[in-house]
Nanobody
Framework: QVQLVESGGGWVQPGGSLRLSCAVS????????MNWYRQAPGKEREWVAS????????GYADSVKGRFTISRDNAKDTLYLQMNSLKPEDTAVYYC?????WGQGTQVTVSS
């Protein structure tokens, strides 16, 4: 069955960096565009970034543009999100998403 498993979250000080990973299984990863979403406490889940199936096209929410980079390794069936210059408002549970399927999420906390 389809599985999406995020990892790499944690606590970081403002200005720091983290790299999230999403390991997938149960489908042909290279056939699907992939996405990252996040949900902060008390807020709606929001889209963060997308990448095409080949990795040739990406898109970002305005709030993370220039700070976050989405990438993928189709040979390893893994999606990534490199997060730099983190801000307290980036604190959220981060989810990877493929059409109709969500991972369980990984917590990112940015505070001093």
């Amino acid at each position: 069955q389809v599985q999406l498993v995020e990892s790499g979250g944690g606590w970081v000080q403002p200005g720091g960096s983290l790299r999230l990973s999403c390991a997938v299984s149960g489908f042909t990863f290279s056939n699907y565009a992939m996405n990252w979403y996040r949900q902060a406490p008390g807020k709606e889940r929001e889209w963060v970034a997308s990448i095409s199936n080949t990795g040739g096209s990406t898109g970002y929410a305005d709030s993370v543009k220039g700070r976050f980079t989405i990438s993928r390794d189709n040979a390893k069936d893994t999606l990534y999100l490199q997060m730099n210059s983190l801000k307290p408002e980036d604190t959220a549970v981060y989810y990877c998403y493929r059409a109709s399927y969500w991972g369980q999420g990984t917590q990112v906390t940015v505070s001093s």
